[in-house]
T-cell receptor
Framework: DSGVTQTPKHLITATGQRVTLRCSPRSGDLSVYWYQQSLDQGLQFLIQ???????AKGNILERFSAQQFPDLHSELNLSSLELGDSALYFCASSGPAGYNEQFFGPGTRLTVL | DAKTTQPTSMDCAEGRAANLPCNHS???????VYWYRQIHSQGPQYIIHGLKNNETNEMASLIITEDRKSSTLILPHATLRDTAVYYC????????????WGAGTKLIIKP
């Protein structure tokens, strides 16, 4: 158990819909990262937050947005969903120092029908 | 961040040492080598990282060549539970902490 929690575990929805994925980092970790992993693909970095502020952006679509709240949990919002958005979405957290390893949650499997 | 090259897949017998190579010939002086693994769609798990010295922890050893152009992750006594995709990642130790993932090596431990 990494200490990072993600909900829901599975999500099935239809094209055009909007969903919210939630992540709670390890206690004390200030950084939260979101990654997308499509079927049999590597992980793609989406976005990073540090102590409530956006720190870095990767290949995140304009239809996707995220935020980190004062209690440090984070939400990833996916809107106008397309079939190609079906993937595993992982959240990770780490301590403040740049060398700290990232601890990953179990992921949310999103299926868009 | 520097690009890494890993074999697509490898086999290893249970109980033997698994040696996973990674080439990072364009690595620069301020880039670290990180290893993570992912067991069948679970969240990736950190294994080890290093700059230029060899490193060892309870999970594995990391051997980095003197010119830093390649490294080897060693699982000393592989078990069936070590079957996973292993990712070698090279990144700068800076404020942008995101990890850039390649395809990794699928390691299969055979009984």
């Amino acid at each position: 158990d990494s200490g990072v929690t993600q909900t829901p575990k599975h999500l099935i929805t239809a094209t055009g819909q909007r969903v919210t994925l939630r992540c709670s980092p390890r206690s004390g970790d200030l950084s939260v990262y979101w990654y997308q992993q499509s079927l049999d693909q590597g992980l793609q970095f989406l976005i990073q937050y540090y102590n409530g502020e956006e720190r870095a952006k990767g290949n995140i679509l304009e239809r996707f947005s995220a935020q980190q709240f004062p209690d440090l949990h984070s939400e990833l919002n996916l809107s106008s969903l397309e079939l190609g958005d079906s993937a595993l979405y992982f959240c990770a957290s780490s301590g403040p120092a740049g060398y700290n390893e990232q601890f990953f949650g179990p992921g949310t499997r999103l299926t868009v029908l | 961040d520097a690009k890494t090259t890993q074999p697509t897949s490898m086999d290893c017998a249970e109980g033997r040492a698994a040696n996973l190579p990674c080439n990072h010939s364009t690595i620069s002086g301020n880039e670290y080598v990180y290893w993570y693994r992912q067991i069948h769609s679970q969240g990736p798990q950190y294994i080890i990282h290093g700059l230029k010295n060899n490193e060892t922890n309870e999970m594995a050893s990391l051997i980095i060549t003197e010119d830093r152009k390649s490294s080897t992750l060693i699982l000393p006594h592989a078990t069936l539970r070590d079957t996973a995709v292993y990712y070698c990642i090279v990144r700068v130790w800076d404020s942008n902490y995101q990890l850039i993932w390649g395809a990794g090596t699928k390691l299969i431990i055979k009984p």
